[in-house]
C-alpha cells in the first residue's frame, strides 16, 4: 500500500506545520483518503465561507490579523503593570477561560514556572473547581504578597469562577481596602451585557473583551488568554504572528497537501473505519496543559448527537510505563496523534560511569534528545504493530512562534473536521445538564420541581 505523502504548510518559504501519514497506511488506504478529501475540501469552504452551522462563532478564523488592537497594546501595558506590582497573580476561569492560558504557559515558561528564578509575578489558577482544599491551597500560596487578579467570565454568574472571584475579591479588599483593590482586578467579560461587564462597570476595574464572535474554547488567542500570558513574560506580538503565519499557509492551499486537510481526512477516515478514540501524545512534559485545552477543544466541538472521537492523551515516556500496555495489548479501539519538536533549547550528552552498574555505557556520549527520538519511532513502530495507528504532527522548537502556528493549526483543524462529521462545531448544548441539577440541588430559585425529583432519584440523600 503506498504510503501518504508528508504534506507541510509555507509562508514565506517558512514550515510552519508537518503532517506524516505513513504510519496509517496500514490502517486506512490511499483510496479512502482520496474519497474523504472532496468532503474535507467541502467542509474547509463552508467554514471559510461561513456559511455552515454556528457561523457566528468564526471570530477566531481571522483573529490573528484582524484583532483589535488597541485593545492588544492595553493587554501589554496592563501585564507590565501587573509585573511591577504584584508578585502573584491569580487567574480565575473555567473552560476556554483557563486552559488556554495555562497551556501556553506551561508550555513556553515551564509546568515549573512559579518554582523559576524569574522576575515575572507567579500565576496560580482559580475558579476552575469546586474543591474547598484547592481553594485554600491557592489562597495559601498567594500569602502576604503583593498581587492581583484577573477574573474571566463572559457571564459572570458560571459558578465556579463566580464562587472564586467572591472569595479573592475579599481577599484584595481585606489587604488593600476596597479603593486600591479596584486597580488590581483585571476583568475580562463581555463587551456588553452580563453580570461581570455591569460589576466592572460600576466598580471601574480595567476591562478587557470576550469576542461575542469567539466561543470560549478558540479563545485563547483573544484576551482571555493573552493578558495572563503577556505576565508571564511571553510575547504575545510573536504568538499571534505564528498564528498569522498559519493562517495564511492554511488558507492559500487548497490542496491535499495543506497539513489541516491532511489531517482532517486522516482523523475522519481512521473514525469511520472504527476507532473511536484520538490519544493525544507527546515526549514533552510541558505539553501536559495543551493536551487538556486540546480535549476540551475537540471534545466540545464533536462530541454531540451520538458522534465524536474521544478525545484522549498521555505523556510519553511517562505513561508508556502506566498505560503503555493498554496501548500496546488493549481494545484496539484507538489511534494516536503525535506531536513531535524538532529540537530542544539545549544539549545534555550522557556520561560514562567506570563501574556500568546500569548497563547503559552503550549511550555513553550520545545526546540525551537523541535518546528520546529513538523512544519515539521505536514506540510509534510498537504501537502500529499492535494496531494503534498514527499520525505524526511535527513542529518546530517550543516557542511562542510555533506555538501560536500550533494553536491556530488545531482550531481550524477542529472546526473543518466537526463539518466533516456533519455537526455544529461551535455549540456545546449538553454542557448545560449537569449545571441545572447542581442548581436544583443547591436550591436555587426556579429549579424547586427539578430538585424534588433529583432528590427522589438520589434517595433523599
Known amino acids: 500500500m503506498k504510503a501518504a505523502p508528508v504534506g507541510t504548510a509555507t509562508t514565506g518559504g517558512i514550515a510552519v506545520i508537518k503532517v506524516d501519514l505513513t504510519s496509517i497506511s496500514d490502517f486506512v488506504s490511499q483510496e479512502a483518503l482520496d474519497a474523504m478529501a472532496p468532503r474535507v475540501a467541502e467542509a474547509h469552504q463552508t467554514l471559510e465561507a461561513g456559511t455552515g452551522a454556528g457561523n457566528d462563532f468564526l471570530g477566531w478564523r481571522e483573529l ?5 488592537k488597541e485593545e492588544f497594546a492595553r493587554i501589554k501595558k496592563a501585564a507590565a503593570k501587573i509585573q511591577s506590582d504584584s508578585e502573584a497573580l491569580v487567574v480565575i476561569g473555567i473552560g476556554g477561560s483557563y486552559l488556554g492560558a495555562r497551556a501556553v504557559i506551561d508550555l513556553i515558561q515551564s509546568p515549573n514556572y512559579n518554582l523559576k528564578k524569574k522576575n515575572t509575578p507567579d500565576i496560580f489558577f482559580a475558579g476552575n473547581t469546586l474543591s474547598t482544599d484547592a481553594v485554600l491551597e491557592v489562597l495559601g500560596l498567594v500569602g502576604d504578597r503583593d498581587f492581583s487578579v484577573n477574573v474571566i ?29 479596584r486597580g488590581r482586578i483585571y476583568a475580562t467579560t463581555d463587551a456588553h451585557k452580563g453580570a461581570l461587564k455591569g460589576l466592572a462597570d460600576a466598580e471601574g476595574y480595567e476591562e478587557f473583551v470576550v469576542p461575542d464572535n469567539v466561543g470560549g474554547r478558540y479563545s485563547v488567542l483573544t484576551a482571555v488568554g493573552l493578558l495572563p500570558i503577556a505576565v508571564a513574560g511571553i510575547d504575545i506580538d510573536e504568538l499571534m504572528a505564528g498564528a498569522a503565519d498559519a493562517m495564511t499557509a492554511f488558507s492559500a492551499d487548497k490542496s491535499m497537501a495543506n497539513p489541516v486537510r491532511k489531517y482532517v481526512a486522516a482523523r475522519n477516515c481512521l473514525y469511520e473505519s472504527g476507532k473511536k478514540v484520538e490519544l493525544l501524545a507527546c515526549f514533552e512534559p510541558a505539553f501536559r496543559f495543551m493536551s487538556e485545552w486540546w480535549k476540551q477543544l475537540y471534545g466540545e466541538s464533536e462530541g454531540k448527537e451520538g458522534k465524536g472521537l474521544f478525545p484522549a492523551s498521555v505523556e510519553f515516556t ?7 500496555q493498554y496501548i500496546q495489548e488493549g481494545e484496539r479501539l ?57 499520525i505524526l504532527i511535527e513542529t518546530d522548537t517550543i516557542s511562542a512562534r510555533s506555538t501560536g502556528e500550533l494553536i491556530y493549526f488545531f482550531e481550524l483543524a477542529c472546526g473543518v473536521s466537526g463539518y466533516v462529521l456533519g455537526v455544529n462545531p461551535f455549540n456545546q448544548p449538553g454542557v448545560e445538564a449537569y449545571k441545572k441539577n447542581m442548581f436544583a440541588l443547591l436550591d436555587k430559585p426556579g429549579y424547586a420541581d427539578l430538585r424534588a425529583d433529583l432528590l427522589k432519584r438520589l434517595g433523599d440523600r
Open 334 to 390: 484507538m489511534f494516536e496523534t503525535v506531536v513531535r519538536y524538532d529540537k530542544p533549547h539545549g544539549q545534555l550528552v550522557i556520561g560514562e560511569d567506570a563501574d556500568n552498574v546500569d548497563g547503559l555505557n552503550f549511550l555513553a556520549g550520545k545526546d540525551l534528545h537523541f535518546v528520546c527520538e529513538q523512544a519515539m519511532r521505536g514506540t510509534r513502530l510498537a504501537h502500529v504493530d499492535g494496531g494503534v495507528p498514527n
Open 64 to 68: 490573528p490579523a484582524n484583532y483589535d
Open 318 to 324: 511517562a505513561d508508556l510505563h502506566s498505560m503503555g
Open 153 to 181: 467570565s463572559k457571564s459572570g454568574t458560571t459558578t465556579e469562577p463566580a464562587v472564586a472571584f467572591r472569595i479573592f475579591k475579599a481577599a484584595l479588599e481585606q489587604k488593600y481596602g476596597k479603593e486600591e483593590a
